[in-house]
């Protein structure tokens, strides 16, 4: 099965052209992409940034096909947040969030991320996604900060 793929620029998804024609995605960068950079609806317990009472979230998450399903993740919480440790650990428990369905839909054996910060306003996600036929897969992302 293939997606019409996407291309990341650091700020957000664009879809990918071939010439005239759109370029599909056979493997599951299109997919990482829509976890990570979709922003989930912060739980109840979240702070949100700002002075927003916005929970944000995908308006589709309201009827999903398997009760408690949820698309994106809640990299957008840290937005305004300092470039700390603490930060950095919330920043890969938000993304593994987002990629965990790869695990219970079974197109993963294993998904694991690493965050860091190469330059200062850049967080870097780094993607390793172990196939059950035993293949890996690594994507790396990296984020400006303003865009979270």
């Given at each position: 099965?293939?997606?019409?793929?996407?291309?990341?620029?650091?700020?957000?998804?664009?879809?990918?052209?071939?010439?005239?024609?759109?370029?599909?995605?056979?493997?599951?960068?299109?997919?990482?992409?829509?976890?990570?950079?979709?922003?989930?609806?912060?739980?109840?317990?979240?702070?949100?940034?700002?002075?927003?009472?916005?929970?944000?979230?995908?308006?589709?998450?309201?009827?999903?096909?398997?009760?408690?399903?949820?698309?994106?993740?809640?990299?957008?919480?840290?937005?305004?947040?300092?470039?700390?440790?603490?930060?950095?650990?919330?920043?890969?428990?938000?993304?593994?969030?987002?990629?965990?369905?790869?695990?219970?839909?079974?197109?993963?054996?294993?998904?694991?991320?690493?965050?860091?910060?190469?330059?200062?306003?850049?967080?870097?996600?780094?993607?390793?996604?172990?196939?059950?036929?035993?293949?890996?897969?690594?994507?790396?992302?990296d984020v400006l900060w303003?865009?979270?």
């Open positions: 099965m293939s997606d019409l793929a996407l291309i990341y620029d650091g700020y957000g998804c664009d879809l990918a052209l071939d010439g005239n024609d759109l370029q599909l995605d056979d493997g599951l960068n299109t997919a990482i992409l829509v976890s990570l950079f979709s922003d989930r609806r912060a739980r109840t317990d979240d702070q949100l940034p700002g002075a927003s009472d916005d929970r944000r979230g995908w308006w589709a998450d309201a009827y999903p096909q398997i009760d408690g399903d949820l698309i994106g993740s809640r990299l957008w919480l840290l937005s305004r947040e300092k470039e700390l440790a603490e930060t950095l650990r919330r920043a890969r428990e938000y993304a593994q969030e987002a990629l965990d369905w790869l695990v219970a839909d079974g197109i993963a054996a294993r998904v694991e991320v690493t965050s860091s910060v190469p330059r200062r306003g850049v967080l870097q996600l780094a993607v390793a996604v172990r196939r059950a036929d035993g293949r890996q897969e690594n994507y790396q992302y303003e865009s979270l």
